[in-house]
């Protein structure tokens, strides 16, 4: 037995002869996105690519450090599996975590780790992760999901063909109202004729989530010296940031008058309100806590909106099954409730399948806490982990027909519920998942029943949609979804 323990300790590979791109000193990869086959928006596809040329594990360089992608479901597993009771992260934004620093800002819950992140995340999961806390808003979220329909339907009258102008945008200002009543307890007018505020965010938010993706993957000179592009960055950045910590002061100002003429009725800043009253959290905390729940779904929330909607425009048969369930559940005038929400397993399973086929991020990152093996090689601890699933959502050996739309996958007994529970993981794992889940699935749910309910969608045949790589992952073009009004 001793004889035998050597043997398997020689067989496991250093962490330098993990496979990958080739690199220069300083440079790294990054001259791979300027000059190779994969540009720096085409991000996605290029790890796609290296997970066929070098395997389940690749060690980059980008930005001057080593960051190693991890693309086998178990090897994921194996990560999240020692997590400890603090998971460390790198900044999704490691330009906007600079920002911050520069301008003496929280780094807030998705930059911050250690004891300060489980301070900050420990006193507002009660707001946002519990089902019957995320519910309390369910009748704002439907009145204004309302809103946003009847704002398409008046836009979609003035097109000739059906189509919105800008359908990013509307949703982004749908995105912003419905974010500013959440956090603020305000009313914005974005969904508004005439509406230039909201498309101001909307625009800054898409520059910045732009410029942070180009810079990622370019020569890390703006970590040195104020580059064109950096100085675009903190523009959008000051921008954005200015018009939301204004709205958050306001909104502390508007409570604490309430409260002194005791006018302050139970719902009103339910969640501000919330936050205030936690002694563990300072102005500063509430502030930065605030304004990721406002600012989040432009970058998440909406994109993945707009696949949902381009899914259901190209696949006329599935929209009809979805149609039906919700002609069965939701009854038009009158609200939606959290009894409603659950018995809509079709559009639930509609929108997963919408996340295999048209993910919103490319990886989830972890620095490894402890020394690993991974896929047979040594990964030392403190080392950048990219975890990258998304290569296998196409794999005919796990989704039979992966080019197909089919929510059927993931209900009772289909073929997604044999899927490794790591490869479908949109929302994160562990203590670290995204802490606006719940928000963002009721969001979700209730605008798509609400448009489907309205709308018989239509998309232009012999167009195809595809992603772009900024940060996150966008639609590559408008989304021509055609809004005709059932009869």
């Not at 791109?21 to 001259?31: D, N, T």
């Not at 749908?174 to 009543?181: I, T, V, Y």
Request: proline share 6%; charged share 25%.
């Amino acid at each position: 037995m001793s004889a035998a323990r050597p043997a398997v300790a020689s067989s496991i590979k250093s962490f330098k002869s993990i496979p990958g791109p080739r690199s220069l000193p300083l440079v790294g990869s990054c001259l791979h996105y300027r000059y190779g086959a994969r540009s720096k928006t085409a991000y996605h596809l290029g790890l796609g690519d290296m997970f066929r040329l070098y395997g389940p594990l690749v060690r980059e360089q980008i930005g001057g450090k080593a960051v190693v992608h991890v693309f086998s479901p178990d090897d994921i597993k194996t990560v999240y599996s020692v997590e400890g009771k603090w998971p460390v992260i790198p900044p999704l934004q490691e330009t906007t975590a600079m920002y911050r620093e520069q301008k003496d800002m929280s780094l807030g819950l998705g930059n911050t780790n250690g004891e300060e992140w489980y301070r900050l995340r420990s006193n507002c999961q009660q707001r946002m992760l519990r089902p019957k806390e995320v519910s309390h808003y369910l009748p704002s979220v439907d009145s204004i999901a309302v809103e946003l329909v009847d704002r398409l339907a008046n836009l979609s009258k003035r097109n000739k063909r059906k189509e919105i102008e800008d359908l990013r945008l509307e949703v982004g200002r749908w995105s912003l109202e419905n974010a500013a009543h959440l956090v603020f307890d305000m009313r914005m007018g974005c969904l508004q004729d005439g509406d230039l505020w909201g498309k101001d965010m909307v625009d800054a938010n898409a520059n910045i989530f732009k410029l942070s993706g180009d810079l990622k993957l370019s020569v890390p000179i703006y970590k040195l010296l104020v580059t064109p592009k950096w100085r675009q960055l903190v523009a959008a950045e000051d921008k954005f940031y200015s018009q939301a910590i204004a709205l958050c002061d306001q909104a502390i100002l508007s409570l604490k008058q309430a409260v002194e003429d005791g006018s302050l009725s139970a719902d009103q800043f339910y969640f501000l309100s919330y936050l205030l009253s936690r002694p563990a959290l300072s102005l500063k905390d509430v502030t930065v806590i605030c304004l990721s729940l406002f600012s989040d779904g432009l970058s998440t929330t909406t994109p993945t909106i707009l696949f949902n909607l381009y899914c259901l425009a190209s696949w006329p048969d599935v929209q009809q099954k979805v149609y039906q369930e919700i002609k069965e559940n939701v009854v038009e005038n009158q609200p939606i409730s959290p009894n409603i929400l659950s018995n809509l397993p079709y559009l639930k399973a509609f929108v997963k399948e919408t996340f295999r086929l048209w993910p919103n991020g490319t990886e989830v990152s972890r620095y490894c806490e402890q020394d690993l093996t991974l896929s047979g090689y040594q990964v030392p601890a403190g080392t950048h982990l990219d975890l990258n699933p998304s290569v296998h959502f196409n794999d005919p050996n796990l989704f039979p027909e992966p080019d197909l739309h089919l929510p059927e996958r993931w209900l009772r007994d289909g073929s997604g519920s044999n899927v490794h529970p790591y490869i479908l993981t949109p929302f994160g794992h562990g203590t670290r998942m995204c802490a606006g889940r719940r928000f963002a699935e009721q969001d979700l749910y209730v605008v798509l029943a609400r448009v489907i309910q309205r709308f018989k969608l239509e998309y232009p045949s012999g167009e195809q949609m595809g992603q772009v790589y900024h940060t996150l992952l966008f639609p590559d073009r408008p989304v021509r979804v055609r809004f005709v009004e059932r009869k």
